[in-house]
């Protein structure tokens, strides 16, 4: 019998987290942003049953089955943690409820007093029946699938608090422009809040974090540098504190090749990218960490060609072990379900053997 020499790095049998950790993947890792949600009749059950939208991020049991249906039904990588960015600003005392067909509403936080009056001590500690789902989860998945936890990022969970809606954010961007010191305040308790929510995500068997700045492309260039990088760089700073081998992944939506200047101050893992960043830029961005991303979810909604010719083009410009393949936002609730199962097996037709 011969001893064959041994190779310094076997492919992980988790693909996402062997892409996160700069090994050799088995396969080209790929996830779905929102991927447990209303596109999946069994989701909409689910959601009924719980009565409402944060009856069901509440209940552990709950949640932690909705985490999983996805992979049920398709060959992904990881799961995603069933929650809501807007759990934070719950937490810190602020009201919020979804209101049907309008998305969420919240009360607001516009001043200083309304800054004061947060609860801001041990917020985090207050989620712990997301920690607990994500123990389920951790302990129900199988094992090459990378439970993945998030938070939205300080400038994106801000603007929400500042608006009470998901609509115009020109108070936000006033506020940041001026450089309000109350806005700063707000910024600080949220980066804080956020930094123990997934450190707590983590010690609970999250096995890697997003952080979705998804208005992050509403900043000028140089608010940009100071309400988005900024603040992230303190929070990866923060966690790698308290969790050293923790795994990142940035997601600066809307900003173009300024993905590039993220990943190099932000020194995340990972940086996902939106539909409109262009395979050039992912390229780059490949070279200094993995890239997530980023097909158009209404690409998804189309299939047929159309999708088959978005996935070659991706999987065709970028290395295996650099990239995970994504949409480049949320999956929307039109998206039959037969079009999903069509992007995986795309993206499976060209792995590596
Ligand atoms: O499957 C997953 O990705 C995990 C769960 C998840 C949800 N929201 C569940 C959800 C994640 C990661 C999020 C992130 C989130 N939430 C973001 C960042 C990503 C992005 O979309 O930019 C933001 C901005 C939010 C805030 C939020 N939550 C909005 C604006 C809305 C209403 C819009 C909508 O799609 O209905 C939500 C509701 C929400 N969050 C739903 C789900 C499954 C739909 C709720 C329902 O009606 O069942």
């Known amino acids: 019998m011969s001893i064959s020499p041994a190779t310094p790095q076997a492919p992980s049998s988790k693909a996402l987290l062997a892409v996160l950790s700069s090994t050799p993947a088995r396969r080209r890792p790929i996830w779905m942003m929102?991927?447990?949600?209303?596109?999946?009749?069994?989701?909409?059950?689910?959601?009924e049953q719980a009565g409402s939208f944060l009856n069901l991020c509440y209940n552990p049991p709950l949640a932690?089955?909705?985490?999983?249906?996805?992979?049920?039904?398709?060959?992904?990588?990881?799961?995603?943690?069933?929650?809501?960015?807007?759990?934070?600003?719950?937490?810190?005392?602020?009201?919020?409820?979804?209101?049907?067909?309008?998305?969420?509403?919240?009360?607001?936080?516009?001043?200083?007093?309304?800054?004061?009056?947060?609860k801001s001590d041990g917020a985090a500690s207050r989620l712990s029946p997301v920690y607990e789902t994500v123990e389920r989860v951790a302990a129900a998945k199988a094992d090459h699938v990378t439970l993945i936890g998030f938070c939205g990022a300080p400038w994106t969970v801000a603007s929400y608090?500042?608006?009470?809606r998901g609509s115009n954010?020109?108070?936000?961007?006033?506020?940041?422009?001026?450089?309000?010191?109350?806005?700063a305040h707000l910024m600080d308790i949220v980066?804080?809040?956020?930094?123990?929510?997934?450190?707590?995500?983590?010690?609970?068997?999250?096995?890697?974090?997003?952080?979705?700045?998804?208005w992050a492309g509403d900043l000028p260039a140089r608010q940009f540098e100071r309400w988005s990088i900024?603040?992230?760089?303190?929070?990866?700073?923060?966690?790698?504190?308290?969790?050293p081998d923790a795994r990142i992944i940035g997601f600066p939506k809307g900003v173009g090749s300024a993905a590039?200047?993220?990943?190099?101050?932000?020194?995340?893992?990972?940086?996902?990218?939106?539909?409109?960043?262009?395979?050039?830029?992912?390229?780059?961005?490949?070279?200094?960490?993995?890239?997530?991303?980023?097909?158009?979810?209404?690409?998804?909604?189309?299939?047929?060609?159309?999708?088959?010719?978005?996935v070659d083009d991706l999987v065709g410009a970028l290395p295996q072990d650099r990239h995970i393949v994504n949409l480049g936002h949320g999956i929307v609730p039109e998206t039959p379900i037969q079009h999903v199962a069509q992007f995986v097996d795309r993206v499976r037709r060209g792995d590596r053997s």
Request: proline residues 3%; negative net charge; glycine residues 8%.
């Open 161 to 164: 608090m500042i608006e009470g």
């Open 260 to 310: 590039l200047s993220f990943a190099k101050a932000t020194n995340v893992d990972a940086v996902g990218v939106d539909s409109a960043v262009a395979l050039d830029t992912m390229k780059d961005l490949s070279r200094h960490c993995a890239v997530q991303g980023n097909i158009d979810p209404l690409t998804l909604v189309a299939g047929g060609a159309a999708l088959d010719e978005a």
């Open 64 to 118: 932690a089955e909705v985490t999983l249906q996805p992979l049920q039904r398709f060959d992904l990588d990881a799961a995603i943690l069933f929650a809501d960015i807007l759990l934070i600003p719950q937490a810190l005392g602020v009201d919020l409820t979804f209101a049907e067909g309008e998305g969420p509403v919240l009360s607001t936080v516009t001043d200083a007093a309304g800054v004061a009056a947060l």
């Open 34 to 47: 929102r991927q447990a949600g209303r596109y999946l009749p069994e989701y909409r059950a689910l959601r």
């Open 191 to 214: 980066t804080e809040a956020s930094i123990d929510y997934l450190v707590a995500q983590l010690k609970a068997g999250a096995e890697a974090v997003q952080i979705f700045d998804s």
């Open 169 to 183: 954010r020109q108070k936000a961007r006033l506020a940041a422009i001026r450089g309000e010191d109350w806005f």
């Open 230 to 243: 900024q603040p992230i760089q303190r929070m990866v700073d923060g966690i790698r504190a308290a969790v």
